[in-house]
C-alpha cells in the first residue's frame, strides 16, 4: 500500500452544531428499507465522533454498517475496537465484502482515539487503481498503514445490491456492539477523495464546511452521495443531504428528544 502523510493544522469551527448520542447497547439510526446506495468500486466515508472510551466493548462498536438484505455482498462495516487486552480501547477496524459475499478486507489501527475527544475519521477506497488501497485519515492527515491487516486483497465491489444502512449500531449482531458516543455526521462519495480534499474539510471545520459545493482544495461536491448531518435537523435527525438520485433519510431505533445533543467538534 502507499500511504500519503499531509501537514495538518487545526480545523476551525464556525459554530456548535447538534449531535446525535448513542448508548452503546440499543439506539442506531437506520435506512426504512434496502436501497441503491451508489457507492461501487471506488468510494470515501468520513464521520466525526466522540467516544467514552472506557465504555466501549471489547468486542465491537459499530459506527457504520452498510449490508444486503440477504447475504454479505458489497458490505462496509466501520467500527471503534478494543483488539486485543494490551491494546488501549480506542481503535478503528474496517471490514469490506467484494460482489461475490467473501470479505476481502480486514484492517484495524490500534490505539487512535482520545477519550471523551472529537475525531474525524475517512475511510477512502481506490478498487479501479492496481495498489486498490484502502486508506484511513484521522484529523485531516493519513493514520499510516494498518497495525493488523487480518485480510487486505483485492476486490471488486459494484452496485448490483441494494443495501441497508445503520449507524450506531446494528442488526446483524445480538447484542446490538452499538457506538456509546456522539456522532455528529456521516457522509460518503462515488471516488476516492484526494488528501488535500480531506485535510480542506477538516480544516473547514464540521460545521462550517458545505460538503455539497466545491471550495478551496475541494472539488468531489458532485460526487457526494448521501450526508447525514445528524441532529441537525430538528424534525428529521437522519435526514439526507447528498447528491445521490437516491436519497434516504435515515430514522431512529430506541431514541428520543434526549438523544439530539446540542454539541459538536469545535
Known amino acids: ?57 471489547d468486542v465491537a462498536n459499530f459506527l457504520y454498517w452498510q449490508f444486503p438484505s440477504a447475504g454479505s455482498n458489497n458490505s462496509i462495516q466501520i467500527a471503534v475496537v478494543d483488539p486485543f487486552a494490551e491494546q488501549t480501547k480506542g481503535g478503528l477496524s474496517i471490514l469490506t465484502a467484494k460482489s461475490n459475499g467473501s470479505a476481502f478486507k480486514e484492517l484495524s489501527w490500534y490505539d487512535r482515539l482520545t477519550d471523551d475527544t472529537w475525531a474525524q475519521y475517512v475511510y477512502t477506497y481506490d478498487g479501479a487503481s492496481g495498489g486498490d488501497p484502502l486508506v484511513l485519515y484521522l484529523d485531516g492527515a493519513s493514520a499510516g498503514a494498518p497495525d493488523a491487516a487480518t485480510k487486505d486483497g483485492i476486490g471488486t465491489m459494484d452496485n448490483t445490491d441494494t443495501r441497508d444502512i445503520q449507524l450506531g449500531g446494528v442488526t446483524l449482531h445480538s447484542p446490538n456492539y452499538g457506538f456509546p458516543g456522539l456522532v ?71 431514541m428520543d428528544a434526549s438523544n439530539r445533543i446540542e454539541e459538536g467538534p469545535i
Open 184 to 254: 455528529h455526521q456521516t457522509a460518503m462519495w462515488s471516488v476516492p477523495l484526494t488528501a488535500s480534499e480531506i485535510l480542506a474539510i477538516y480544516n473547514g471545520g464540521s460545521a462550517g464546511f458545505d460538503l455539497t459545493a466545491n471550495s478551496g482544495n475541494y472539488s468531489s461536491s458532485s460526487n457526494l452521495l448521501h450526508w447525514w448531518q445528524l441532529g441537525a435537523n430538528a424534525s428529521n435527525w437522519g435526514e439526507d443531504t447528498g447528491s445521490h438520485s437516491t436519497l434516504k433519510d435515515l430514522t431512529a431505533t430506541n
Open 1 to 57: 500500500m502507499s500511504w500519503l502523510i499531509t501537514d495538518l493544522s487545526s480545523p476551525i469551527s464556525i459554530s456548535i452544531p447538534y449531535s446525535l448520542e448513542f448508548n452503546g447497547t440499543d439506539e442506531r439510526m437506520i435506512s426504512s428499507a434496502v436501497f441503491d446506495v451508489g457507492n461501487a468500486n471506488q468510494w470515501t466515508i468520513m464521520g466525526w465522533i466522540k467516544t467514552d472510551v472506557a465504555a466501549l466493548s
